[in-house]
């Protein structure tokens, strides 16, 4: 719970950061009262503005040069961020068992020879980016919103456990070989979705990602309810477990490989449990749907 | 906005064929952003490269629930064009600033056009509700991006009532969009 008074504060901070009109002084002070109070959603404000530039920006667009563009595409191309760029073209044609550079909404990676040659289906194609998350009206406590540049951190490491030639069994492979890795069981508790799953998880601290891995797990139906995996951490207070990302369960009779989408850094996991929330997500668990659950 | 019509989801999976429609998309904005909040052009191209980089890196960030695309990737060129402002520290002497007819026409909001009617419509929608200093203070701000001072200067409200109309004004269009089911 962030005190008023430094709640109150933190607007400030935050909307003078939003219309660019803030300090070295106030922004050293807002990095310092972020990093004590994470959960305050810093894009909120940022967004409004960015909101407000659109409504007034009236005229019609001219289109980016095309000089510039093609500056702007090759720097992507050449830049870091173009590595791990996939051609669809190949992710739709390669067979799952070989390239499973499945979606973080499990893809199952032991599929049948025929699932394996069909195309993937455009909706899960689209549906690889973040799943949204629910907000409250307006300067929501997005619990465990990610700070900025952990955020960067994040999403490179979710295009890299995504790139092509890097197949997710490989990764989770790969992982579960680090000296530093940590790894459970899930078991299933008591829910229905959960009565006939098995599943364990991989987590690495120093890469900050994993791996979590099911069979059985009900497919869910999107429209209804999703799963959510939460984080304990032993450098967290048991109460805000850190987010480790909204996925779906697709029908499958085989194994199913989820990426972890930890929200914000996870120091000293403990435990790793799968929630079902409303589509979307949560921001806090109520925890009246809990499928599986594993202790470190 | 479907998903398959995404470009962000594909374009956090590193999608290649989404660089040029995500170019195609958002160019154009980027573009009008940076020539707004740049004090050259070859500076607004600098900031067009750096913004789109940003863009790439960030865009499994995005959350359909908090806002639009097109807000998204305004959010995402704001904070580098802020932080281009910040890193010249300009803003006195920045001649496109200068320039500006700071009474400009369009202190009063319409619903866009173009491309970014759907995107904008809902904030227009917002900034009508605001109070007319609360608008005008924005529009000045995050707009024509002058300073709180700068806006002290130009409209003669204390420096502390320009803070508290940018303030509210940005949580009171928060509150209105979000009241819109969290579209903005």
């Known amino acids: ?296 | 906005m479907p998903m398959e019509d995404s470009v962000l989801a594909r374009v956090a999976i590193g999608d290649a064929s989404a660089i040029k429609d995500c170019l195609q998309r958002f160019g154009g904005l980027v573009w009008a952003l940076a020539r707004r909040l740049s004090p050259s052009t070859s500076d607004a191209e600098d900031a067009v490269q750096e913004i789109f980089v940003d863009v790439w890196k960030s865009a499994s960030k995005f959350d359909p629930d908090a806002g639009s695309e097109a807000t998204f990737v305004a959010m995402i060129a704001r904070r580098r064009l802020i932080d281009r402002i910040r890193s010249r520290a300009r803003r006195k002497e920045d001649p496109l600033r200068d320039s500006q007819d700071w009474n400009d026409p369009k202190d009063d909001p319409r619903a866009p056009r173009g491309e970014l009617a759907a995107e904008a419509g809902l904030a227009a929608k917002a900034l009508e509700q605001l109070r007319p200093e609360q608008r005008k203070v924005l529009l000045l701000a995050v707009y024509h991006g002058l300073s709180h001072e700068e806006i002290a200067a130009q409209t003669g409200m204390p420096l502390g009532t320009v803070k508290a109309h940018a303030r509210r004004g940005l949580l009171r269009v928060r509150e209105v969009l979000a009241g819109e089911g969290g579209r903005s």
């Open chain 1, 1 to 296: 719970m962030i005190p008023p008074k430094v709640e109150d504060r933190m607007i400030e901070l935050l909307a003078d950061r939003a219309v660019g009109t803030l300090s070295m002084d106030d922004a050293r002070e807002l990095a310092g009262l972020l990093r004590e109070y994470p959960e305050l959603d810093t894009d909120v404000l940022d967004l409004a503005a960015a909101a407000v530039h659109l409504a007034y920006e009236q005229a019609p667009l001219a289109p980016l040069p095309a000089h510039l563009a093609a500056r702007v595409e090759a720097a992507l191309a050449r830049a870091d961020v173009g590595r791990t760029l996939v051609d669809p073209g190949t992710l739709r044609t390669l067979p799952i068992a070989s390239a499973p550079a499945a979606p973080p909404h499990a893809r199952p990676v032991a599929a049948s020879v025929a699932a394996a040659a069909a195309p993937w289906p455009p909706r899960q194609v689209a549906k690889l980016g973040p799943v949204g998350r629910a907000r409250t009206p307006w300067i929501a406590y997005a619990g465990w919103a990610a700070a900025a540049a952990l955020f960067l951190v994040s999403a490179a490491l979710f295009r890299a456990s995504h790139g092509p030639g890097i197949p997710l069994a490989n990764e989770r492979a790969r992982l579960m070989a680090q000296a530093d890795s940590v790894q459970t069981s899930f078991a299933a508790l008591k829910d229905e979705a959960a009565k006939q799953a098995q599943g364990d998880v991989v987590w690495s601290t120093r890469e900050q990602r994993g791996f979590m891995r099911f069979r059985g797990l009900a497919a869910n139906p999107h429209d209804k309810w999703v799963y959510q995996l939460w984080i304990f951490d032993a450098a967290q207070d048991d109460r805000f477990p850190v987010d480790g990302g909204v996925f779906d369960i697709e029908p499958s009779t085989g194994d199913v490989l989820v990426p972890i989408q930890a929200k914000i850094r996870v120091s000293n996991p403990t435990q790793f449990v799968v929630t079902i929330e409303r589509p979307g997500g949560v921001v806090v668990s109520k925890r009246e749907r809990v499928a599986m659950a594993g202790k470190i």
